[in-house]
């Protein structure tokens, strides 16, 4: 494994067949491919991939224009390596790819490398399929959510699992601020907050003192601090306001409502949003099992041998049923699929609203605490503007007024419908986009990133300035069940630094207790045999389904070689990246090469190993796309969503899953058995200048 700062020489351009010729103005915002005397050239420290020509300068969105920034504060990834010495223009620079953390540099100036891979995980599960469009994004940033986009039970798992280390894990945070306040085991804060309300209160000047209040905290981040002093999530009791002992046992992050350990930061949270989502009935069932049919390959037979393990709660209501003497019938059940298909219906709105409400959350968060390199003040100053109208609204609105104004609200509701409808109608015929133009996102939030743009613009970053981030690391070995560091003096809790000791760690008693258990010989159950046996035999059955799957490659099944490889061998060497990609094309063996020395970057296959050292032009490319040709980018699955469960379940080993690539002559590319599926996916979202969409 090379060295962090090891300089790849990854091959240069690479030849492409002749493109056919493109309808007029068609997608306008991506480069022509064709031959002409307008050149694609390599980022340089004047020059981008992220620019659409030569010619026009202008960055595609405010993302892109980031990305080419000159940033104040640098990181590893925003530093000028094309004037290093013996370095050639174009070349891509290892930055630690698959390295310790902890020998890894910071990447990105003003952003720990730990909050920086939090994002870029985050990213990794919830893209699963990108357009590129030729509309100017709301906002002015791109990766925004499309209008139709498509309901799957994985992207409502992904969107509730948002909502859950977004929007409830804050919530959270402020019920167990008030119960702080409300115990008054912090007398002196309790007593000020006391103080002021009394004094608002006495003289009518409440929501004046509260928008005030939101002012003070916006423009002043220091006060946030001061007026709501942090304290690990975990260790605050949310009916007493005081120290209690985390659900886990011991307090081993800060972030997660049950202070589980953690291998890296974030991932309690994350486990726990899963778990979460695992714990909902029904529709959930299938989110948890990850049913995303949009992903799964097409008429995958192997896939359609298996039992839909979703039908299971609908089975077991009408066995139920069967059990008390109704024996249902399907075939004369009238209501069975109309209420299945109004359920089903209906889950697509309500994921888009799910959806809708992390991304406004998040938005927030970034415009309160921004990320370089998006602007502090800016976002700030808009929100201050519109609470500074609100406390000049406050100051003279009466009580009187506020209760006129909210039944007369009511009234025309209920029986102003005629001119609702009509006042609609003429809306939406003289400003067709009205209700867009009003959204937060294109107002008072415009220009600030939810999550997933912030990581699109970091992951850009690295790419104009060839140095790809290093994906977030992972391992194998369990998080260290030891409470994480902590400082007592720094919390304004009512306890002494003996009790919080005791709160944070896990309990000798507990600890000998679930040692004694782990120790203890496990007794055999004839339901653990039965159970291995199915195991076993479902295991044979599924490595006998491979090599039979060999066998019909060889003589041309489509089906069969796109199985090829999907599965790890034993003692497999750690995948490479990040120019080389370990995949299979058409069943064959080979590597996904990315090129960016040439004129035309490029995204090429080829069944030779040049371990990220070639020097020239690979001659044996069995396909080759421009970057800037990539129209569409869709995460596919080794295998359909119910064949992935039993066979993770029968071998304990990860699928390999693959990669769709739609160029803009609408030629498909399908790759599979990719190892470094997302690393690959994020590289090529980040390289062009093309304007995403999410679907």
Same mark, same amino acid.
């Given at each position: 494994?090379?060295?962090?700062?090891?300089?790849?020489?990854?091959?240069?351009?690479?030849?492409?067949?002749?493109?056919?010729?493109?309808?007029?103005?068609?997608?306008?915002?991506?480069?022509?491919?064709?031959?002409?005397?307008?050149?694609?050239?390599?980022?340089?420290?004047?020059?981008?991939?992220?620019?659409?020509?030569?010619?026009?300068?202008?960055? /595609?969105?405010?993302?892109?224009?980031?990305?080419?920034?000159?940033?104040?504060? #640098?990181?590893?990834?925003?530093?000028?390596?094309?004037?290093?010495?013996?370095?050639?223009?174009?070349?891509?620079?290892?930055?630690?790819?698959?390295?310790? @953390?902890?020998?890894?540099?910071?990447?990105?100036?003003?952003?720990?490398?730990?909050?920086?891979?939090?994002?870029?995980?985050?990213?990794?599960?919830?893209? $699963?399929?990108?357009?590129?469009?030729?509309?100017?994004?709301?906002?002015?940033?791109?990766? $925004?959510?499309?209008?139709?986009?498509?309901?799957?039970?994985?992207?409502?798992?992904?969107?509730?699992?948002?909502?859950?280390?977004?929007?409830?894990?804050?919530?959270?945070?402020?019920?167990?601020?008030?119960?702080?306040?409300?115990?008054?085991?912090?007398?002196?804060?309790?007593?000020?907050?006391?103080?002021? $309300?009394?004094?608002?209160?006495?003289?009518?000047?409440?929501?004046?003192?509260?928008?005030?209040?939101?002012?003070?905290?916006?423009?002043?981040?220091?006060?946030?601090?001061?007026?709501?002093?942090?304290?690990?999530?975990?260790?605050?009791?949310?009916?007493?306001?005081?120290?209690?002992?985390?659900?886990?046992?011991?307090?081993?992050?800060?972030?997660?409502?049950?202070?589980?350990?953690?291998?890296?930061?974030?991932?309690?949270?994350?486990?726990?949003?899963?778990?979460?989502?695992?714990?909902?009935?029904?529709?959930?069932?299938?989110?948890?099992?990850?049913?995303?049919?949009?992903?799964?390959?097409?008429?995958?037979?192997?896939?359609?041998?298996?039992?839909?393990?979703?039908?299971?709660?609908?089975?077991?209501?009408?066995?139920?049923?069967?059990?008390?003497?109704?024996?249902?019938?399907?075939?004369?059940?009238?209501?069975?699929?109309?209420?299945?298909?109004?359920?089903?219906?209906?889950? #697509?709105?309500?994921?888009?609203?799910?959806?809708?409400?992390?991304?406004?959350?998040?938005?927030?968060?970034?415009?309160?605490?921004?990320?370089?390199?998006?602007?502090?003040?800016?976002?700030?100053?808009?929100?201050?503007?519109?609470?500074?109208?609100?406390?000049?609204?406050?100051?003279?609105?009466?009580?009187?007024?506020?209760?006129?104004?909210?039944?007369?609200?009511?009234?025309?509701?209920?029986?102003?419908? @005629?001119?609702?409808?009509?006042?609609?109608?003429?809306?939406?015929?003289?400003?067709?986009?009205?209700?867009?133009?009003?959204?937060?996102?294109?107002?008072?939030?415009?220009?600030?990133?939810?999550?997933?743009?912030?990581?699109?613009?970091?992951?850009?970053?690295?790419?104009?300035?060839?140095?790809?981030?290093?994906? @977030?690391?992972?391992?194998?070995?369990?998080?260290?069940?030891?409470?994480?560091?902590?400082?007592?003096?720094?919390?304004?809790?009512?306890?002494?630094?003996?009790?919080?000791?005791?709160?944070?760690?896990?309990?000798?008693?507990?600890?000998?207790?679930?040692?004694?258990?782990?120790?203890?010989?496990?007794?055999? #159950?004839?339901?653990?045999?039965?159970?291995?046996?199915?195991?076993?035999?479902?295991?044979?059955?599924?490595?006998?389904?491979?090599?039979?799957?060999?066998?019909?490659?060889?003589?041309?099944?489509?089906?069969?070689?796109?199985?090829?490889?999907?599965?790890?061998?034993?003692?497999?060497?750690?995948?490479?990246?990040?120019?080389?990609?370990?995949?299979?094309?058409?069943?064959?063996?080979?590597?996904?090469?990315?090129?960016?020395?040439?004129?035309? /970057?490029?995204?090429?296959?080829?069944?030779?190993? $040049?371990?990220? #050292?070639?020097?020239?032009?690979?001659?044996?490319?069995?396909?080759?796309? /421009?970057?800037?040709?990539?129209?569409?980018?869709?995460?596919?699955?080794?295998?359909?969503?119910?064949?992935?469960?039993?066979?993770?379940?029968?071998?304990?080993?990860?699928?390999?899953?693959?990669?769709?690539?739609?160029?803009?002559?609408?030629?498909?590319?399908?790759?599979?058995?990719?190892?470094?599926?997302?690393?690959?996916?994020?590289?090529?979202?980040?390289?062009?200048?093309?304007?995403?969409?999410?679907?």
């Amino acid at each position: 494994m090379p060295m962090p700062g090891y300089v790849f020489k990854d091959g240069g351009p690479i030849p492409d067949s002749e493109l056919q010729e493109r309808e007029a103005g068609q997608f306008q915002q991506l480069p022509s491919t064709s031959n002409s005397s307008t050149a694609f050239s390599t980022p340089t420290s004047s020059t981008s991939l992220l620019a659409t020509n030569n010619n026009d300068r202008t960055p /595609p969105t405010e993302s892109h224009a980031l990305a080419n920034a000159d940033h104040e504060v #640098r990181g590893a990834s925003q530093q000028d390596y094309s004037a290093a010495e013996g370095e050639g223009e174009g070349e891509v620079r290892n930055l630690g790819w698959f390295e310790h @953390p902890n020998d890894i540099a910071p990447l990105v100036g003003g952003l720990p490398n730990e909050e920086l891979w939090t994002l870029v995980r985050r990213f990794n599960k919830q893209m $699963y399929h990108v357009k590129a469009t030729a509309e100017q994004p709301p906002g002015g940033l791109d990766l $925004y959510i499309a209008d139709e986009d498509e309901f799957s039970p994985d992207k409502l798992r992904s969107n509730v699992e948002r909502l859950y280390m977004t929007v409830i894990i804050g919530l959270m945070g402020l019920g167990k601020h008030v119960a702080r306040l409300r115990s008054w085991r912090e007398p002196r804060r309790t007593g000020a907050f006391c103080a002021v $309300y009394s004094l608002a209160w006495m003289f009518d000047f409440l929501l004046p003192t509260f928008f005030t209040t939101l002012i003070v905290l916006i423009v002043y981040p220091p006060s946030r601090a001061i007026l709501f002093p942090p304290a690990p999530l975990a260790l605050v009791s949310s009916k007493t306001g005081g120290v209690q002992s985390p659900q886990a046992g011991v307090l081993g992050s800060h972030d997660s409502a049950t202070g589980a350990p953690e291998k890296h930061q974030g991932m309690a949270v994350e486990q726990e949003a899963h778990n979460f989502v695992s714990g909902i009935g029904s529709i959930a069932l299938s989110s948890a099992a990850g049913k995303h049919e949009q992903g799964d390959p097409e008429s995958d037979p192997l896939d359609k041998s298996v039992p839909d393990p979703t039908r299971l709660a609908t089975a077991g209501a009408e066995a139920k049923v069967s059990a008390a003497g109704a024996v249902p019938d399907a075939h004369h059940d009238k209501t069975k699929q109309p209420m299945e298909e109004a359920m089903w219906s209906k889950m #697509r709105p309500i994921m888009h609203v799910i959806g809708d409400i992390a991304d406004g959350w998040e938005r927030v968060a970034n415009a309160l605490s921004p990320t370089p390199p998006f602007p502090k003040e800016a976002p700030r100053l808009r929100l201050v503007g519109c609470l500074a109208a609100l406390v000049a609204v406050s100051v003279v609105t009466t009580s009187e007024m506020v209760v006129k104004g909210t039944s007369f609200g009511i009234g025309l509701g209920f029986f102003g419908d @005629p001119i609702i409808w009509r006042a609609l109608d003429l809306l939406n015929t003289k400003f067709p986009r009205w209700q867009k133009l009003l959204e937060i996102r294109n107002t008072i939030l415009k220009g600030v990133p939810t999550n997933a743009q912030l990581t699109i613009t970091l992951l850009r970053i690295g790419e104009a300035n060839k140095a790809p981030l290093p994906p @977030p690391p992972s391992s194998d070995q369990p998080p260290p069940s030891r409470p994480k560091s902590l400082n007592g003096d720094d919390l304004s809790l009512d306890a002494t630094n003996s009790e919080i000791h005791e709160a944070i760690h896990e309990d000798p008693s507990d600890k000998a207790a679930s040692d004694a258990a782990a120790a203890e010989k496990p007794k055999h #159950r004839h339901g653990q045999h039965i159970l291995g046996f199915f195991k076993g035999t479902t295991k044979t059955g599924v490595e006998t389904k491979f090599g039979i799957d060999k066998v019909k490659a060889k003589v041309g099944s489509t089906h069969a070689k796109n199985h090829l490889g999907i599965l790890p061998k034993a003692n497999e060497p750690l995948p490479s990246g990040p120019v080389d990609f370990k995949a299979r094309y058409h069943g064959h063996k080979g590597w996904i090469y990315i090129s960016t020395t040439g004129a035309v /970057p490029s995204v090429s296959f080829s069944r030779t190993a $040049y371990d990220g #050292r070639v020097d020239g032009e690979i001659s044996d490319a069995l396909f080759s796309i /421009p970057i800037h040709d990539i129209l569409e980018l869709k995460k596919m699955g080794g295998l359909g969503w119910k064949a992935k469960l039993v066979v993770g379940w029968a071998t304990g080993k990860t699928v390999a899953d693959g990669l769709e690539i739609t160029d803009r002559s609408r030629n498909v590319w399908k790759l599979t058995a990719i190892r470094l599926r997302d690393e690959l996916f994020n590289r090529l979202i980040a390289m062009g200048g093309q304007k995403w969409e999410s679907w």
